[in-house]
């Protein structure tokens, strides 16, 4: 596991995230949490726009670079498109116990 994806998702898709992720074979877990989002107003409801803020939902996923593609490529079919993503490289990870 060399990559960490990390997606921002509307908290209404967060049923059919975790759906889709738990069916793909090359994530064997991850790790999820609730957040704030903040940026363009054209994507806020006109309450959101009020309060300066979306709820939202925060992935993270280790998993093999190669891996990274095939996820992206079905989140569009099964889960929605109000997703934002990222990659960042990790140097070392493990588990402890």
Known sequence: MDTLL???VNKELEDDLV???LELDCIS???SMPVRGHGSRSQLSLAEQVSGRQQ???V???LDASAVDTVLAGLANHVG???????QPV???GRIG
Do not use: C
């Open 60 to 62: 993270e996923i280790l």
């Open 6 to 8: 990390v997606l921002n």
């Open 91 to 93: 140097a070392r990870s």
């Open 56 to 58: 939202r939902l925060v």
């Open 81 to 87: 498109r109000d997703i934002v993503w990222w990659q």
């Open 29 to 31: 877990g991850f790790t």
């Open 19 to 21: 759906d889709y992720l």
